[in-house]
T-cell receptor, first 117, second 116 residues
Framework: AQTVTQSQPEMSVQEAETVTLSCTYD???????LFWYKQPPSRQMILVIR??????QNATENRFSVNFQKAAKSFSLKISDSQLGDTAMYFC??????????????FGKGTKLSVKP | DTGVSQNPRHKITKRGQNVTFRCDPI?????LYWYRQTLGQGPEFLTY????????KSRLLSDRFSAERPKGSFSTLEIQRTEQGDSAMYLC??????????????FGNGTRLTVT
């Protein structure tokens, strides 16, 4: 069974600085999909960035980028120029090949990120 | 696109009572998911619908839980004879149309259930 591990329960960063959130996963599949979701306090979860395992190029979305290391089964999220609005729980998630088992996601336990002014 | 809507936002109930939650997905989405999130944990998959068909149920979904999606539109999740261990945030998500791996999940705000 696939598992997702986020080893940093909480992190903090000063506004405008860069922070990296870690995620490792375990799977025997060769093709799969990885995601980072953001859950602000009392607000809905939203997709931050996604990565297809068959693509070697790391995904980027504005200030958000990933470092995908397939051999190491590592998928870290880098947030550049951190903003107060980035304060949230961040969840790493895995989806198996061809949508896995009907497309359901396997989530890590999350990292609580606080951006300080 | 008004997003995924869930009602109620909060529900407090006594142990042994039945509760029902509703989810209205994004209108053009054909896939609908229910997840449960407890404190300090990531969401855990409960069940999945494609249109009106319930195609998968997690082993987490005991016999006291039932979900429906009549006519492939809104969905309801009912918990019978609630237990304190059912206290959690229940999240609904929808996606589609198109290939599953190209259609990210859109989540609602969730229904927080407290069983006293």
């Amino acid at each position: 069974a696939q598992t997702v591990t986020q080893s940093q329960p909480e992190m903090s960063v000063q506004e405008a600085e860069t922070v990296t959130l870690s995620c490792t996963y375990d799977t025997s599949e060769n093709n799969y999909y990885l995601f980072w979701y953001k859950q602000p306090p009392s607000r809905q979860m939203i997709l931050v960035i996604r990565q297809e395992a068959y693509k070697q190029q790391n995904a980027t979305e504005n200030r958000f980028s990933v470092n995908f290391q397939k051999a190491a089964k590592s998928f870290s999220l880098k947030i550049s120029d951190s903003q107060l609005g980035d304060t949230a729980m961040y969840f790493c998630a895995f989806m198996g090949p061809y949508g896995g088992s009907q497309g359901n996601l396997i989530f890590g336990k999350g990292t609580k990120l606080s951006v300080k002014p | 696109d008004t997003g995924v809507s869930q009602n109620p936002r909060h529900k407090i109930t006594k142990r042994g009572q039945n509760v029902t939650f509703r989810c209205d997905p994004i209108s053009e989405h054909n896939r609908l998911y229910w997840y449960r999130q407890t404190l300090g944990q990531g969401p855990e998959f409960l069940t999945y619908f494609q249109n009106e068909a319930q195609l998968e149920k997690s082993r987490l979904l005991s016999d006291r839980f039932s979900a429906e999606r009549p006519k492939g539109s809104f969905s309801t999740l009912e918990i019978q004879r609630t237990e304190q261990g059912d206290s959690a945030m229940y999240l609904c998500a929808s996606s589609g149309p198109g290939q599953i791996y190209n259609s990210p999940l859109h989540f609602g705000n969730g229904t927080r259930l407290t069983v006293t």
